[in-house]
């Protein structure tokens, strides 16, 4: 039987970075891959060959902001690989209704100025929402990129500026109280508390959402910083789309020897005396590892579906029920649409400007709109009356994405997984049928052409997965985006479960990875660095702790002087 140090299930873009780390750090590494293409969420792919031959795209993840807040690019050296990222600014356009827009730049100052095109007083208090916000931000990036139980690791990650950030937002007893009391509000709370214009907190709403959940969510204000994010580090997208990260990745694990196997999914997980040994594959091919297996796919999947329920019950007689039943999954997840265009979108009611194509298009009209967006789908429904929508002209920054002079449209419409009142019917009982997910997709056309008329002229050819196929492409429950919801209950120390939350399992040598573990869900690679930090500790416990102290000495001591 082949053996290597370390199997990783799942070549998602978080299994990639952890196989780079364990390659520079001198293990072998074979990642085994389901799908006939790695990156899982991460992909750019030609998905109309025939119709719209040329034209590539992003067919899940496009926008990244997270990954620039780790070091995994600059310590992978992806540059070297291949990758290039373009920062986007402006950043996102949104149409209100009445024929004002919110447009916001990478800049704050600029942002500010665009709104106090309107109203004054919410240019100002803009400014201020964005520092508070980028504050929070800062403190918390040390405990992105650590392990949550890792205490050296985050200590070491507060330099002065960050440092300097967290004793901002917290302070003497009624001032941290308060931070506290901000955090437990909901993204709506926050942003009403703030401001007064519909056409500022609609689209401000609709980004705090992208948490996947309702903007009336209490305890999730935190969503707040993902508007803040996008001023700093900013927006970006690596030439040739979301893909050109997987190459750039999978160009340094194989440089550096790993191998990564596709059309190969993993069947079941080799338990030996309570320990992972291997793994076997649906085909029935076995691999062996000696020093551990790593799953890039979340601990539900992970221990109901690939592992013998007697040796998950050996380790820990309550896990299976507590993953079955603790884990929350709101039903939420996304129809996709990608449209091949013939000439960029024209939005003709806001005084068209190619520059709005450059960011993120939202179509969220009012808070309230945006708030069904979400809640529609936790109990089933489609959000249909009124479509809100997150939409990218890709090709307007990277005109590599298409034939010269076309263009694409990538947009993502939240929806539920399993309809109501039509299980057992359409794809795996969830309701899903071709039919019905064209018509959705056609709805939510009409919508985008109230504000860009020229839509339904310019497309040459569109792809539309629903609900369900998306769930069934990338293997996630209920089609999860993020794995694993992201409400407060199921972050830091708490995600996926308290028990296995630092990357560990109950199961000797098996360890987890991906978007169902902290930080989280988006392009981040802070998954992937973290486990591969606890799994490198324990292989050498003493001689790992005195070189991530050393590190971290180093870097705050630095921090101080530059
Ligand atoms: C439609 C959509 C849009 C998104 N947009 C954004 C965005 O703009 N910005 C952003 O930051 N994030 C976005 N996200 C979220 C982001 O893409 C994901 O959170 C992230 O890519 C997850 O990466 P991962 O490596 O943790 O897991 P995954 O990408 O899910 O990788 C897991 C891998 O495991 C493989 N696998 C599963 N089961 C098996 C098995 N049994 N055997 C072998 N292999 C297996 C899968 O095929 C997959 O390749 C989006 C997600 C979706 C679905």
């Not at 994405?401 to 263009?407: L, N, S, T, V």
């Given at each position: 039987?082949?053996?290597?140090?370390?199997?990783?299930?799942?070549?998602?873009?978080?299994?990639?970075?952890?196989?780079?780390?364990?390659?520079?750090?001198?293990?072998?590494?074979?990642?085994?891959?389901?799908?006939?293409?790695?990156?899982?969420?991460?992909?750019?792919?030609?998905?109309?060959?025939?119709?719209?031959?040329?034209?590539?795209?992003?067919?899940?993840?496009?926008?990244?902001?997270?990954?620039?807040?780790?070091?995994?690019?600059?310590?992978?050296?992806?540059?070297?690989?291949?990758?290039?990222?373009?920062?986007?600014?402006?950043?996102?356009?949104?149409?209100?209704?009445?024929?004002?827009?919110?447009?916001?730049?990478?800049?704050?100052?600029?942002?500010?100025?665009?709104?106090?095109?309107?109203?004054?007083?919410?240019?100002?208090?803009?400014?201020?929402?964005?520092?508070?916000?980028?504050?929070?931000?800062?403190?918390?990036?040390?405990?992105?990129?650590?392990?949550?139980?890792?205490?050296?690791?985050?200590?070491?990650?507060?330099?002065?500026?960050?440092?300097?950030?967290?004793?901002?937002?917290?302070?003497?007893?009624?001032?941290?109280?308060?931070?506290?009391?901000?955090?437990?509000?909901?993204?709506?709370?926050?942003?009403?508390?703030?401001?007064?214009?519909?056409?500022?907190?609609?689209?401000?709403?609709?980004?705090?959402?992208?948490?996947?959940?309702?903007?009336?969510?209490?305890?999730?204000?935190?969503?707040?910083?993902?508007?803040?994010?996008?001023?700093?580090?900013?927006?970006?997208?690596?030439?040739?789309?979301?893909?050109?990260?997987?190459?750039?990745?999978?160009?340094?694990?194989?440089?550096?020897?790993?191998?990564?196997?596709?059309?190969?999914?993993?069947?079941?997980?080799?338990?030996?005396?309570?320990?992972a040994v291997g793994v076997r594959l649906a085909h029935g091919k076995e691999y062996r590892a000696t020093r551990g297996v790593i799953s890039n796919i979340d601990a539900k999947r992970l221990f109901l579906?690939?592992?013998?329920?007697?040796?998950?019950?050996?380790?820990?007689?309550?896990?299976?029920?507590?993953?079955?039943?603790?884990?929350?999954?709101?039903?939420?997840?996304?129809?996709?649409?990608?449209?091949?265009?013939?000439?960029?979108?024209?939005?003709?009611?806001?005084?068209?400007?190619?520059?709005?194509?450059?960011?993120?298009?939202?179509?969220?009209?009012?808070?309230?709109?945006?708030?069904?967006?979400?809640?529609?789908?936790?109990?089933?429904?489609?959000?249909?009356?009124?479509?809100?929508?997150?939409?990218?002209?890709?090709?307007?920054?990277?005109?590599?994405?298409?034939?010269?002079?076309?263009?694409?449209?990538?947009?993502?419409?939240?929806?539920?997984?399993?309809?109501?009142?039509?299980?057992?019917?359409?794809?795996?009982?969830?309701?899903?049928?071709?039919?019905?997910?064209?018509?959705?997709?056609?709805?939510?056309?009409?919508?985008?052409?109230?504000?860009?008329?020229?839509?339904?002229?310019?497309?040459?050819?569109?792809?539309?997965?629903?609900?369900?196929?998306?769930?069934?492409?990338?293997?996630?429950?209920?089609?999860?985006?993020?794995?694993?919801?992201?409400?407060?209950?199921?972050?830091?120390?708490?995600?996926?479960?308290?028990?296995?939350?630092?990357?560990?399992?109950?199961?000797?040598?098996?360890?987890?990875?991906?978007?169902?573990?902290?930080?989280?869900?988006?392009?981040?690679?802070?998954?992937?660095?973290?486990?591969a930090r606890v799994f490198l500790y324990a292989q050498q416990p003493l001689a790992q702790t005195l070189k991530n102290a050393g590190n971290a000495l180093k870097s705050t001591v630095e921090s101080f002087f530059t």
């Open positions: 039987m082949e053996a290597y140090d370390v199997i990783i299930i799942g070549a998602g873009h978080n299994g990639l970075v952890c196989a780079s780390y364990l390659l520079k750090a001198g293990y072998t590494v074979l990642l085994l891959e389901k799908r006939s293409v790695p990156g899982g969420a991460a992909t750019t792919e030609e998905a109309l060959p025939k119709e719209a031959p040329g034209f590539k795209f992003n067919l899940c993840a496009i926008d990244h902001e997270f990954i620039h807040l780790g070091p995994v690019l600059q310590e992978l050296e992806l540059e070297k690989y291949g990758l290039e990222y373009l920062f986007c600014s402006p950043v996102v356009f949104c149409p209100h209704p009445d024929g004002k827009y919110f447009l916001g730049h990478r800049s704050v100052e600029k942002t500010c100025a665009e709104i106090a095109r309107y109203n004054e007083r919410d240019a100002k208090k803009y400014a201020e929402y964005t520092d508070f916000w980028q504050r929070v931000l800062g403190a918390m990036i040390p405990m992105f990129n650590a392990p949550p139980k890792s205490i050296v690791d985050i200590v070491g990650n507060y330099d002065f500026k960050k440092l300097k950030d967290l004793l901002s937002v917290l302070g003497p007893p009624d001032k941290t109280l308060d931070f506290i009391r901000t955090m437990l509000t909901s993204a709506e709370d926050v942003i009403n508390e703030w401001f007064d214009s519909e056409f500022l907190k609609a689209p401000l709403a609709r980004l705090a959402s992208e948490l996947g959940a309702p903007p009336s969510q209490k305890s999730l204000a935190v969503g707040a910083i993902m508007m803040a994010m996008r001023h700093n580090p900013g927006m970006a997208r690596p030439r040739g789309g979301t893909g050109a990260l997987v190459k750039a990745l999978l160009n340094l694990v194989t440089s550096l020897g790993g191998t990564v196997l596709t059309d190969q999914h993993v069947e079941q997980v080799l338990v030996d005396d309570g320990r579906q690939l592992i013998d329920p007697s040796d998950v019950d050996a380790a820990d007689p309550e896990l299976r029920e507590r993953l079955e039943r603790r884990i929350v999954n709101n039903n939420e997840t996304i129809l996709k649409i990608d449209l091949a265009l013939d000439e960029p979108l024209r939005f003709e009611h806001h005084d068209h400007k190619d520059e709005y194509l450059i960011g993120s298009i939202l179509i969220a009209d009012s808070v309230k709109q945006v708030e069904t967006a979400h809640s529609d789908p936790a109990v089933g429904k489609i959000p249909l009356e009124d479509p809100s929508m997150y939409l990218v002209v890709p090709t307007m920054l990277d005109p590599s994405m298409a034939p010269p002079g076309k263009h694409t449209a990538w947009i993502e419409f939240f929806a539920p997984y399993q309809i109501d009142g039509a299980e057992g019917t359409g794809l795996n009982g969830t309701g899903w049928t071709d039919e019905l997910k064209n018509q959705v997709a056609d709805r939510v056309i009409d919508k985008l052409a109230e504000y860009a008329p020229n839509v339904k002229r310019s497309t040459i050819a569109r792809r539309v997965e629903s609900p369900a196929e998306l769930g069934e492409r990338l293997g996630a429950y209920k089609g999860n985006y993020y794995h694993i919801d992201m409400t407060l209950d199921q972050m830091v120390f708490f995600r996926p479960l308290p028990e296995l939350a630092n990357y560990k399992t109950p199961i000797e040598g098996l360890y987890l990875t991906g978007a169902g573990t902290h930080p989280g869900g988006s392009i981040s690679g802070m998954p992937g660095r973290n486990c």
